[in-house]
């Protein structure tokens, strides 16, 4: 399955679930001075954003030193994208990742450092096969991908800089369909990236 950057963006657009990520956005920040708050979700953003590329520029030789081809890789990708689509159409943003970190972020009045805001609530399993699916599949669009994955993260640190007036101005029920409608998309997504994975398996044996 070959992504052209503005697909690459829309797919990684659809991992990182902006819209998603509100609710326990909003419930870590609690704890966070309202002064603070804007630094605090821009370096967030700016740590998911290395982690990511890390990831990204790292792909290929992980994939040498593991042994892994990319064929397994696609499949793999389209298995954890397939059970996070199920996971947001099905429930909602808060109970997609631990919720034991909120409180105790919230709780102490400290700020999140990386855990869970850059990582996992940005940066979770799903982006990082995603990433690393990317750069393996087609490494000559490298600056694609990284430009396409800059421009992802710059919406989500965007909607997490306006979450708190977006979410009063949505409401919760615009911001759950929101939510539903980026699962059903990367749902069918990742049964296309199992389906050319296994063709490509097939093919090449």
Do not use: N
Request: charged content about 15%; some cysteine.
């Amino acid at each position: 399955m070959s992504h052209t950057i503005t697909s690459a963006f829309i797919l990684l657009l659809l991992v990182l679930d902006p819209f998603g990520t509100l609710p326990i956005f909003i419930s870590v920040m609690r704890g966070v001075a309202p002064q603070r708050r804007v630094w605090v979700a821009l370096r967030e953003a700016c740590m998911a954003f290395g982690v990511l590329l890390a990831f990204m520029l790292g792909g290929r030789t992980f994939l040498a030193l593991m042994r892994l081809s990319e064929r397994s890789l696609e499949v793999a990708g389209g298995v954890i994208l397939l059970l996070l689509s199920i996971r947001i159409i099905f429930a909602s943003g808060r109970r997609l990742f631990d919720e034991e970190a909120a409180p105790s972020s919230t709780e102490s009045g400290r700020e999140p450092f990386l855990f869970p805001i850059a990582v996992p609530l940005l940066a979770g399993p799903s982006a990082m096969a995603t990433v690393l699916l990317l750069a393996s599949r087609q490494p000559a669009q490298l600056a694609e991908w990284i430009a396409a994955l800059a421009a992802a993260v710059g919406v989500c640190a965007v909607v997490l800089l306006a979450s708190q007036p977006l979410h009063r101005w949505l409401g919760e029920s615009v911001v759950t369909a929101i939510e539903k409608l980026m699962g059903l998309v990367l749902c069918a997504i990742a049964v296309e990236m199992i389906l050319a994975g296994i063709k490509h398996y097939f093919s090449a044996a």
